[in-house]
């Protein structure tokens, strides 16, 4: 059976490619979920793409990667920048973690700058619009394959 990668999404994420493309581009979670599925395929992986406005879901879905998936890609949000609880569960997962973000947060406002989960993360990438999450499935095939 195919080992599966978890791509867990935090709040408003549902709203790639719907409004300010300005930022964040035209495509949306749907196009992302079938641009991964690609890439995997290519490694004979398998996706799960999820996505959550609560905290405590997107936890919940870390803690079960921990039996059913072998790697994440997470892109947390703006819990990204607050968030020590999905810090704490991600520490509990053993396989890798890449973390995305489809905007270069570095360029944005200062407090955007810190992330929680890079302390945890095996890689990070930002700025690559939604194609960072393909580049984020490539590598995962590199490090799992
Ligand atoms: O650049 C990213 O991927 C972010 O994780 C996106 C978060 C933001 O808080 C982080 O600092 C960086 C915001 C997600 C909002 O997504 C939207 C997408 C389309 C339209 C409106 C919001």
Known sequence: MSKTIYIINGPNLNLLGKRQPEIYGHETLADVERQCAGVAQGFGLAVRLLQSNR???LIDWIHEA???AAG???NPG??????IAI?????AFEGPVLEVHVSNVHKRES???HSYVSMRADG???GFGVEG??????RMGSLLG
């Open 55 to 57: 905290e405590g879901e």
């Open 66 to 68: 921990r039996e059913k």
């Open 111 to 113: 407090f955007r700058h």
């Open 72 to 74: 994440i890609i997470i």
């Open 87 to 91: 810090l704490d569960a991600l520490n």
């Open 133 to 138: 999450y393909a580049l984020a499935m490539r």
């Open 124 to 126: 990070v990438l930002a």
């Open 78 to 83: 703006a819990f990204t920048h607050t968030s």
